[in-house]
């Protein structure tokens, strides 16, 4: 008796992603990633392109905020100096709900695909580059002691009820300032524990996932 052949495991995501090293994109234009078993894919530009797993040297997760709007980057790098950045955005840049969930379910099943290479040499890293994130830390401390606590003490000095007004609109402006840099903390990571506070919504998935929904904005 003879067995039928393994049928790959492949699995769609209709997710924007932007080739090469672009930092600012102010328009995406392709969309749609695909898995397979040892592999990923994608077209840009009318052409197809692919990537074994174990070509990729870097895999970098971001999440950035735009007013309130949570958008998650991943940015691959591959061993011949090339990259691409999927993204949970729309092609505008801004915030999608359901492409916040497909790019959660993405982002998971691309790490677990990797991790069960045993070819695999890719680096796990999060967050902003250090230069970066000194500074973020120091504007947060500038704006905290700006908006904050000046106003505070001025507050407990003149007992003007006005300043506690004036701090809370402090706090406001420091606040997502503030959670940006917690969750872009520069640190590599376990691809089996893929950092929960990077992506722009937490999901309970399943284990396994049969069917992803596409979405053609």
């Not at 769609?12 to 078993?37: M, N």
């Not at 970098?60 to 309130?68: P, T």
């Not at 904050?148 to 406001?172: E, H, N, Q, R």
């Not at 903390?185 to 992803?212: C, G, H």
Request: hydrophobic fraction near 45%; glycine fraction near 8%.
């Amino acid at each position: 008796m003879s067995i039928a052949p393994a049928v790959p495991d492949r699995k769609s995501y209709d997710l924007y992603f932007a080739v090469g090293e672009k930092r600012l994109i102010w328009r995406y234009s392709d969309h749609g990633v695909t898995l397979s078993d040892d592999a990923i894919a994608w077209i840009a530009g009318g052409l197809q392109s692919h990537a074994p797993f174990s070509d990729i040297v870097g895999v970098h997760l971001q999440l950035g905020y735009i007013e309130d709007s949570a958008i998650g980057t991943c940015r691959l790098s591959f061993a011949d100096g090339s990259g691409l950045v999927i993204v949970s955005s729309n092609k505008r840049g801004f915030e999608d709900a359901a492409l916040d969930r497909i790019y959660v379910e993405f982002v998971q099943d691309l790490h677990a695909r990797i991790a069960a290479q045993r070819d695999a040499r890719a680096c796990f890293t999060a967050g902003f580059g250090a230069g970066r994130y000194l500074f973020g830390k120091i504007v947060i401390v500038v704006a905290g002691l700006f908006f904050i606590v000046t106003p505070v003490a001025a507050l407990l000095f003149t007992g003007d009820w006005k300043l506690a007004l004036l701090t809370y609109s402090g706090a406001v402006l420091v606040w997502p300032v503030y959670k940006v840099m917690q969750a872009n903390a520069p640190r590599s990571y376990d691809p089996r524990q893929v950092p929960p506070e990077l992506m722009p919504v937490r999901l309970n998935l399943p284990p396994k996932v049969d069917t992803v929904l596409l979405d053609s904005n």
